[in-house]
């Protein structure tokens, strides 16, 4: 498998591509090709053009979650013609498009799902989907570890109902199988990265996680931090890429215990 970093807060120097705080990687497992998030803006579009990434030739956008920082890409997908509508499919979870805000600012995806169906095939799901023959869309995640339990962010809600405290249910990761074990691919974690690897672990029967890449919701030195790096040592992962929303402290603390690389617009995984 392939992984090409389009959009990340980090760029590289002397490697003239433009970054955001957003995430979207480009995929390729065999002859499958996908999207996994759209960054913020058209930046996704930008940086593949620049990296010599078939766009046309994308079969599947996933998304991670409904914050528009995975989903705001989604506005260009037409007028761009960078991509090839009539065999594209987008993969996410129910809840990704419902209304989301932190006060009166709006959060979710500035494409509504009427719309979305509208010129693409959208395929909404809460359970695992196989997407290649080694490539698997987690669908929902479920909560086991107490400390990963977390405050919602903002509110969330549809079909003209009172808003609810969003506790991202819509969030989910991608899990890659090889013969030696698992690779993780996430876009903020918000279900809890451990929750996430638990999940992966059981939907291909697998306790062995090679790396991690993507972001992790982690801001500050804290007990959650203190048991994830626990448990990422526990299991022995050799490659971690922590990015996009986790801190430099956060960071630096992970980096003083386990093999922490640098994430940036351009990086390329060969996995």
């Known amino acids: 498998m392939k992984l090409k970093v389009l959009v990340d807060n980090n760029t590289y120097i002397d490697q003239y591509y433009y970054g955001e705080p957003a995430v979207s990687y480009y995929i390729e497992e065999g002859n499958t090709k996908i999207l996994f998030d759209t960054g913020y803006s058209s930046l996704y579009i930008h940086n593949a053009k620049k990296l010599n990434v078939p766009l046309k030739e994308i079969s599947t956008i996933v998304l991670s979650h409904g914050h528009n920082d995975h989903t705001g890409g989604l506005a260009y997908l037409k007028e761009s013609g960078a991509f090839d509508l009539k065999h594209l499919k987008i993969l996410a979870h129910p809840d990704t498009f419902h209304a989301k805000q932190i006060d009166d600012l709006e959060i979710g995806s500035p494409v509504s799902k009427k719309e979305l169906q509208s010129f693409v095939d959208l395929q909404l799901s809460k359970t695992p989907v196989q997407i290649s023959p080694h490539l698997t869309y987690l669908g929902e995640i479920p909560r086991v570890h107490t400390f990963e339990n977390t405050d919602p962010i903002g509110k969330c809600g549809c079909d003209c109902q009172p808003l609810k405290d969003d506790y991202l249910m819509d969030d989910t990761a991608l899990a890659y199988q090889t013969p030696k074990g698992l690779y993780i691919i996430t876009g903020c974690s918000h279900s809890g990265i451990c929750n996430i690897i638990e999940h992966a672990k ?54 003083q215990e386990l093999p922490i690389h640098e994430v940036g617009v351009g990086l390329e995984l060969i996995w």
């Open 202 to 255: 059981r939907v291909y029967s697998c306790d062995t996680i090679l790396g991690v890449i993507g972001g992790f919701h982690l801001f500050e030195h804290s007990p959650r931090l203190d048991h994830t790096i626990e448990y990422f040592k526990k299991h022995q992962i050799k490659e971690l890429y922590p990015c996009h929303c986790v801190s430099f402290s956060v960071k630096a603390a992970m980096h």
